[in-house]
């Protein structure tokens, strides 16, 4: 496997750098987020919570300048967050969104606000706002979390999804991804875009419902 671009790259950046020889995550992230709701009943945004595994959060943390160890502020990790969120935008946050069965255009959502990192439990935590560039008012959204290229895997938490401020009949599902079918797959694969949506067999899938 090539060298990873650089030390300070998360997930995104790796995911740009490292061939797909094999067709398995490198990286995982357990995810849980919000959806935000105007006082009109549109959805303005969505919040997530990305908590990467603990062996990738070693890596990532190895240059990390902090100053009680076994510890480090937002402070501290706030350049390492801000090339997160800067990574992330080229592969559309992993984030994808269809209102009333609509696929929205690439630029839906705006760059990324209120984003930090944390460290908690061992792991670092991405935490970000994607607000849309236009209020969504829908009686439903669906909303899919994943990797096309599957060399980032998204679990979904216990708890994966909160509506806040959302009208009080609006009612989410989860439907977690079930196994992919196995195939062999080679770096040529990816390269010739002949697998390059093969991660959404295992996308993460959230609906909303309002009456």
């Known amino acids: 496997m090539r060298r990873f671009a650089a030390c300070f790259t998360l997930i995104a950046a790796l995911a740009a750098a490292a061939p797909r020889a094999e067709a398995h995550p490198h990286v995982w992230v357990t995810s849980s987020s919000e959806l935000v709701y105007g006082a009109d009943g ?4 969505i919040r997530h919570s990305w908590k990467f595994d603990d ?3 070693t890596y990532a943390l190895q240059d990390i300048q902090n ?3 076994g510890t480090y502020t937002r402070e501290e990790l706030a350049p390492l967050a801000q090339v997160n969120v800067d990574s992330l935008k080229e592969f559309d946050f992993f984030t994808f969104a269809k209102a009333g069965g609509r696929n929205p255009a690439k630029e839906a ?13 061992g792991a670092l935590v991405l935490n970000f706002t994607l607000p849309f560039k236009a209020p969504v008012k829908t009686k439903q959204l669906a909303l899919e979390i994943y990797d096309p290229t599957y060399f980032v895997g998204f679990d979904l938490a216990a708890d994966p999804i909160k509506l806040v401020g959302a009208p009080a009949d609006c009612k989410a599902n989860v439907q977690r991804p079930g196994n992919a079918p196995q195939v062999p797959l080679s770096e040529q694969n990816f390269e010739s875009g002949a697998y390059a949506n093969y991660g959404a067999m295992f996308a993460n899938k959230i609906t909303v419902d309002c009456p």
């Open 67 to 69: 100053k009680t160890k």
């Open 42 to 45: 549109a959805i303005t945004g």
């Open 109 to 121: 959502f705006l760059d990324p606000i209120d984003y930090f990192l944390e460290y908690k439990d």
């Open 55 to 57: 062996m990738f959060s």
